[in-house]
């Protein structure tokens, strides 16, 4: 990365410290364990969690499970270089639990690539479940105070399209028997998991397990050339156009900002009922054609001596078919945490493109 897309962080960073500064006293002294902690979740969570332990004096330490240590060392020199930052190089399925106290616990470690999820379903399905498993053991062992497994809003299956904003209680649809979706069968399985384990057991002993049921977001790190829309549309607007849309533009998206999401994930972790699934985006619903829309006229303002890119979809809508959706209703993280997006998609759109521009 370079000094650019290092500022374009750091800015980020220091905002949501001001907007959250009362939050961060909470994990003076921690011992935070996270799994996943090199993937954009990880990423994020960690340039937050370090500048925060340096800006407040928390004495924050972080051990983090990644699979790699050494491509994350090269993409993330000075911050993987952060003298409060441990790295274990393990399978979240199988790691070696950490030497002394753990207070909190994180597990974003996830497989959310689509080839996977084809291909072999049943690696799929066990990262999910049985790295939830062996998180949960950890806390449970170390009688951490807090947990929080970051799920996804594929739980709740294909939303039906005349539900413009599916709440955390909407049914789960049901799917066809075997792991056609092992993603969205393994989430639920390990939502099942913490719910376990977040009721006493015989020995009155239980997990603090919080739930957040994650959608849909953009910002710096969102790989430009995998499965999601949003950053293919902005890889396209870089390279001068056109923009392609694969489908006929018709479903509906919503996108949270990666500094705000790092905001929704800590509260819900530290604030969060245990037990209880929070879902975690934006309300703000837009079609995949008006998003690559939004994507055109933010690198048109950007970048004018370039001009507004051509957006070319693949195929015509079919009249009267309905739209799909996946879009969700937040009310229970606003009314419950007070938790509201703080950044807007055209201001979300800029800054990432401003990132990767300076990469």
Same mark, same amino acid.
């Given at each position: 990365?370079?000094?650019?897309?290092?500022?374009?962080?750091?800015?980020?960073?220091?905002?949501?410290?001001?907007?959250?500064?009362?939050?961060?006293?909470?994990?003076?002294?921690?011992?935070?364990?996270?799994?996943?902690?090199?993937?954009?979740?990880?990423?994020?969570?960690?340039?937050?969690?370090?500048?925060?332990?340096?800006?407040?004096?928390?004495?924050?330490?972080?051990?983090?499970?990644?699979?790699?240590?050494?491509?994350?060392?090269?993409?993330?020199?000075?911050?993987?270089?952060?003298?409060?930052?441990?790295?274990?190089?393990?399978?979240?399925?199988?790691?070696?639990?950490?030497?002394?106290?753990?207070?909190?616990?994180?597990?974003?470690?996830?497989?959310?690539?689509?080839?996977?999820?084809?291909?072999?379903?049943?690696?799929?399905?066990?990262?999910?479940?049985?790295?939830?498993?062996?998180?949960?053991?950890?806390?449970?062992?170390?009688?951490?105070?807090?947990?929080?497994?970051?799920?996804?809003?594929?739980?709740?299956?294909?939303?039906?399209?005349?539900?413009?904003?599916?709440?955390?209680?909407?049914?789960?649809?049901?799917?066809?028997?075997?792991?056609?979706?092992?993603?969205?069968?393994?989430?639920?399985?390990?939502?099942?998991?913490?719910?376990?384990?977040?009721?006493?057991?015989?020995?009155?002993?239980?997990?603090?397990?919080?739930?957040?049921?994650?959608?849909?977001?953009?910002?710096?790190?969102?790989?430009?050339?995998?499965?999601?829309?949003?950053?293919?549309?902005?890889?396209?607007?870089?390279?001068?156009?056109?923009? /392609?849309? &694969?489908?006929? !533009?018709? =479903? @509906?998206?919503?996108?949270?900002? #990666? %500094?705000?999401?790092?905001?929704? +994930?800590?509260?819900?972790? /530290?604030? &969060?009922?245990? !037990?209880? =699934? @929070?879902?975690?985006?934006?309300? #703000? %619903?837009?079609?995949?054609?008006? +998003?690559?829309?939004?994507?055109?006229?933010?690198?048109?303002?950007?970048?004018?001596?370039?001009?507004?890119?051509?957006?070319?979809?693949?195929?015509?809508?079919?009249?009267?078919?309905?739209?799909?959706?996946?879009?969700?209703?937040?009310?229970?993280?606003?009314?419950?945490?007070?938790?509201?997006?703080?950044?807007?998609?055209?201001?979300?759109?800029?800054?990432?493109?401003?990132?990767?521009?300076?990469?």
């Amino acid at each position: 990365m370079t000094c650019l897309g290092d500022a374009i962080v750091a800015e980020d960073v220091a905002d949501l410290l001001c907007r959250t500064g009362s939050m961060w006293s909470q994990l003076r002294g921690a011992h935070i364990f996270l799994t996943g902690g090199t993937g954009f979740f990880g990423r994020w969570l960690l340039e937050s969690l370090v500048t925060a332990n340096q800006r407040f004096s928390l004495e924050c330490r972080i051990t983090v499970l990644t699979r790699n240590i050494a491509r994350f060392s090269a993409q993330a020199r000075q911050l993987s270089a952060n003298p409060a930052l441990h790295f274990i190089e393990e399978d979240v399925r199988s790691f070696e639990f950490p030497c002394g106290e753990v207070t909190h616990v994180i597990h974003a470690a996830t497989e959310s690539s689509t080839t996977l999820n084809a291909d072999d379903p049943q690696t799929m399905y066990d990262v999910c479940v049985e790295g939830t498993r062996r998180a949960l053991a950890l806390a449970r062992e170390k009688r951490a105070s807090h947990f929080l497994l970051t799920s996804s809003g594929a739980v709740y299956g294909r939303q039906p399209p005349e539900v413009t904003h599916i709440p955390e209680d909407f049914p789960f649809s049901p799917d066809q028997p075997g792991l056609r979706n092992a993603y969205a069968e393994g989430k639920r399985a390990a939502e099942e998991l913490c719910l376990a384990a977040s009721r006493p057991d015989a020995e009155g002993g239980s997990v603090n397990a919080t739930i957040a049921r994650c959608f849909a977001f953009v910002g710096p790190h969102l790989p430009l050339d995998i499965h999601f829309a949003i950053g293919n549309f902005i890889r396209d607007a870089l390279a001068g156009g056109p923009i /392609l849309i &694969g489908g006929d !533009g018709t =479903p @509906y998206r919503s996108y949270l900002y #990666a %500094a705000d999401l790092v905001e929704w +994930l800590l509260v819900i972790l /530290l604030n &969060g009922q245990a !037990g209880r =699934p @929070y879902n975690v985006g934006s309300e #703000a %619903a837009v079609s995949i054609r008006e +998003l690559a829309d939004r994507v055109a006229a933010v690198s048109a303002a950007e970048r004018p001596r370039q001009g507004r890119p051509d957006v070319l979809v693949a195929r015509q809508p079919q009249p009267g078919l309905q739209a799909e959706r996946y879009v969700p209703d937040c009310g229970r993280a606003r009314t419950e945490l007070g938790l509201i997006p703080a950044t807007s998609l055209d201001t979300a759109i800029l800054r990432t493109m401003r990132f990767h521009a300076g990469s």
